[in-house]
């Protein structure tokens, strides 16, 4: 997985050295100075050739190393020839060859994987690249009616693929973005940036495997926003740790219009399966820094169709709206700090093709589903996993990195079938308390509410999914655990769990 990132982090660099570099002049010394700085100070060896000629720059034979510990091998990546030029204005145009050739080589340590070696070309039309400002406050701007990444070779230990076995094209249109930086006791910056759309179409087969997968998709309309700040200076770029120690805090928004992908693997052995995805609507939102990290996303309109391998229809599936966040801390403290957990699908359907197939006889509600979950609580973070050094250490010893202090169920509702779950409350842990088994002993309590059961257990018989002599003990335990609520087939319960271990339903002691 750390090879994985490794080598689409550093492939990404031919796009980042075309969209990055805000009114004083600046120099094409200065511009490519920066630029150094900033992929030397985040970790990466660097080589070139420059020649100065009049009021132009030329770099050839640039080369990327990417500095990681002993073991983990070695990833390099080689461009070609960019040049730097001096505007009448004061400002610095950026041009790059219209086929700018990208090699990147990952080196595994022995016995550790195979070598890669990747030829890739980034192609681009009608691109304008301008930097201005001074060279502590630069501004970038980058424009291309076409920007693509082609994969020409792909080399795994020293036999080369053809386009047959591997096959990459990603292609974007009316590509915008405007990077302000600035240079102080940290790196500042802002990110602005724009693509009409997105097309990409891949080809993946082990030549020594009869199965072959493809994978096509669009998006349009996306859009990216970011900002915060960076170190100038750090051991490697895979250190993450490393970059919040220093005082790394960025944050980012992605969000994008109409989307679909396809996949699709031809099995001659096992059979052929295929899956389609689309999309109306995107977002996600990244936050990195000292206080934690944080993901949130949401998708509208999703619709997903499976063919599986010998399946007579397709099977399809319908979201309105889905959503998640998670946020954890990432520093090791002795005090609590904060997660949270978040789960949101609404409006969840079947096709009547698959109702069908598991429920025939049609007696089963077939309104919408609704799932929703909203989990906080604290923790004390007992390593920085994010540390190569500690994760390594954590997974050797299988030790636990973090230990929950308390956790809040603010809210659970479950939607479906005619039957409705809810439920909140909150627990705490005494860690220097655990019981024989290791586990720890929650004090707290939790509220349920489930509207709708019996009917459901009524349903399920009925239509042959659920024996009779099960909903029986499913109604016993029901009994057990819970009292009739307010209204028709309503049943409440409070569940108790105490410091020495017991736990109560609704007052009765059942352990």
Same mark, same amino acid.
């Given at each position: 997985m750390n090879g994985l990132y490794r080598v689409f982090t550093t492939t990404s660099l031919g796009m980042i050295f075309i969209a990055q570099g805000a009114v004083a002049d600046v120099t094409p010394g200065d511009v490519w100075q920066d630029w150094r700085d900033y992929m030397q100070g985040v970790g990466y060896g660097l080589t070139?050739?420059?020649?100065?000629?009049?009021? =132009?720059?030329?770099?050839?034979?640039? =080369?990327?190393? +990417?500095?990681? #510990?002993?073991?983990?091998?070695?990833?390099?990546?080689?461009?070609?020839?960019?040049?730097?030029?001096?505007? @009448?204005?004061?400002?610095?145009?950026? &041009? +790059?060859?219209?086929? +700018?050739?990208? $090699?990147?080589? $990952? &080196? !595994?340590? #022995?016995? #550790?994987?195979?070598?890669v070696r990747m030829a890739l070309t980034v192609n681009q039309t009608g691109q304008d690249m301008v930097v201005s400002g001074t060279p502590a406050a630069m501004t970038s701007t980058y424009a291309a009616g076409l920007l693509g990444l082609t994969l020409d070779a792909l080399t795994v230990d020293g036999e080369t693929l053809d386009t047959t076995n591997a096959m990459m094209k990603i292609m974007m249109t009316d590509v915008k973005n405007t990077t302000r930086t600035s240079i102080g006791a940290m790196r500042d910056y802002t990110q602005n940036s724009s693509v009409a759309s997105v097309t990409y179409d891949m080809r993946f087969k082990d030549p020594k495997e009869p199965a072959v997968a493809t994978i096509t998709g669009t998006s349009s309309d996306l859009a990216l926003r970011a900002n915060g700040v960076l170190p100038l200076g750090l051991a490697q770029i895979s250190d993450m740790a490393g970059m919040l120690?220093?005082? +790394?805090?960025?944050?980012? @928004?992605?969000?994008?219009?109409?989307?679909?992908? /396809?996949?699709?693997?031809?099995? !001659?052995?096992?059979?052929? /399966?295929? @899956?389609?995805?689309? /999309?109306?609507?995107?977002?996600?939102? &990244?936050?990195?820094?000292?206080?934690?990290?944080?993901?949130?996303?949401? =998708?509208?309109? /999703?619709?997903?169709?499976?063919?599986?391998?010998?399946?007579p229809f397709l099977l399809s599936f319908a979201m309105d709206n889905a959503a998640f966040n998670l946020s954890a801390p990432v520093t090791q403290s002795d005090a609590p700090q904060d997660f949270a957990l978040g789960l949101n699908i609404g409006d969840f359907t079947m096709s009547d093709m698959i109702w069908g197939m598991i429920n025939p006889q049609g007696n089963l509600p077939r309104d919408p589903a609704s799932i929703a979950l909203d989990l906080t609580g604290k923790l004390t973070l007992l390593a920085d996993y994010l540390d190569p050094d500690a994760a390594e250490q954590i997974a050797e010893t299988g030790d636990m990195p973090a230990q929950v202090e308390s956790v809040n169920l603010n809210s659970l509702i479950v939607d479906a079938l005619g039957a409705k779950l809810t439920g909140n409350g909150s627990a705490v842990f005494d860690n220097s308390d655990p019981d024989t088994s290791g586990l720890l002993t929650p004090a707290g309590a939790i509220d349920l509410k489930l509207v709708g059961g019996n009917t459901l257990l009524d349903s399920l018989v009925e239509s042959g999914l659920l024996p009779a002599n099960m909903a029986m003990g499913a109604r016993m335990m029901m009994g057990m655990f819970a009292v009739p609520g307010d209204g028709d087939d309503t049943l409440t319960s409070k569940l108790e769990f105490t410091r020495s271990g017991a736990i109560l339903a609704n007052g009765q002691r059942i352990r």
């Open positions: 070139a050739t420059e020649n100065m000629s009049g009021d =132009r720059l030329t770099v050839s034979d640039l =080369r990327l190393d +990417m500095v990681t #510990d002993p073991d983990q091998g070695e990833v390099t990546v080689s461009f070609e020839t960019l040049s730097f030029v001096q505007n @009448a204005d004061g400002t610095v145009s950026v &041009v +790059m060859p219209d086929a +700018m050739p990208i $090699v990147v080589d $990952v &080196v !595994p340590s #022995d016995g #550790d994987g195979e070598p120690q220093a005082g +790394m805090d960025v944050s980012g @928004a992605i969000s994008g219009g109409n989307s679909t992908l /396809t996949v699709n693997i031809e099995d !001659p052995n096992s059979g052929d /399966t295929s @899956a389609a995805v689309a /999309t109306e609507g995107s977002t996600l939102t &990244v936050e990195t820094g000292p206080d934690g990290l944080s993901y949130a996303g949401t =998708r509208q309109g /999703t619709t997903v169709s499976v063919q599986p391998p010998e399946f």
